[in-house]
């Protein structure tokens, strides 16, 4: 199981696309009422509810079916099937970072899971997003924008002093 992502740093609205390849590398079928394939979505992530799939020697020809995604446990679903040795697939989708309610530079940590009756649940790698969430700067007497109502001009030279008309 292996998961990437296409950009490691990132900024709120950013949309991030990960990969999901999963392969059987072993002599047997992976079965259990379907391979199950979860990616469990961090809270600064929102699903954008595009994806895409790929297989390769796919002998029970089943295909992924996208089971879905839980909003309560921000779980994306999906069902491999039978998994047959050689058999591998990958996984794309789409997932937009969100705007935290507080600034400052934080970090998103991803993997996805699979399970079969074999293998029980195996997690794939780890991978980290960095993300850029500089605060806004804070408004200043003197930064030529009236931003209270305490100020009644904000041109800079007259920082701190009432503004009079100009004639």
């Given at each position: 199981?292996?998961?990437?992502?296409?950009?490691?740093?990132?900024?709120?609205?950013?949309i991030?696309?990960?990969?999901?390849?999963?392969?059987?590398?072993g002599?047997r079928?992976?079965?259990?009422?379907?391979?199950?394939?979860?990616?469990?979505?961090?809270?600064?992530l929102l699903?954008?509810?595009d994806?895409?799939q790929n297989i390769?020697?796919?002998?029970d020809?089943?295909g992924?079916?996208?089971?879905g995604?839980?909003?309560?446990?921000?779980?994306?679903?999906?069902?491999?099937?039978?998994?047959?040795?050689?058999?591998?697939?990958?996984?794309?989708?789409?997932?937009?970072?969100l705007?935290?309610?507080?600034c400052g530079?934080?970090?998103?940590?991803?993997?996805?899971?699979t399970?079969?009756?074999?293998?029980?649940?195996?997690n794939?790698?780890?991978?980290?997003?960095?993300i850029?969430?500089?605060?806004?700067?804070?408004p200043?007497?003197g930064?030529?924008?009236?931003?209270?109502?305490?100020?009644?001009?904000?041109?800079?030279?007259?920082?701190?002093?009432?503004?009079?008309?100009?004639?």
């Amino acid at each position: 199981l292996t998961k990437s992502v296409d950009n490691q740093n990132a900024e709120p609205g950013d949309i991030l696309t990960y990969s999901l390849h999963y392969k059987n590398t072993g002599d047997r079928n992976c079965t259990g009422g379907g391979v199950r394939i979860q990616d469990k979505l961090d809270k600064n992530l929102l699903y954008t509810g595009d994806y895409t799939q790929n297989i390769l020697n796919d002998a029970d020809s089943q295909g992924i079916s996208y089971i879905g995604y839980s909003e309560a446990s921000r779980t994306l679903t999906w069902n491999a099937h039978v998994v047959s040795p050689n058999e591998e697939g990958v996984i794309t989708f789409e997932a937009e970072v969100l705007s935290p309610e507080e600034c400052g530079d934080f970090e998103i940590s991803n993997y996805f899971k699979t399970w079969s009756n074999q293998e029980s649940w195996k997690n794939s790698n780890v991978i980290n997003v960095s993300i850029d969430n500089n605060c806004p700067p804070q408004p200043f007497c003197g930064d030529n924008v009236i931003n209270q109502a305490s100020e009644e001009c904000d041109d800079g030279s007259l920082n701190g002093f009432l503004c009079l008309a100009s004639y």
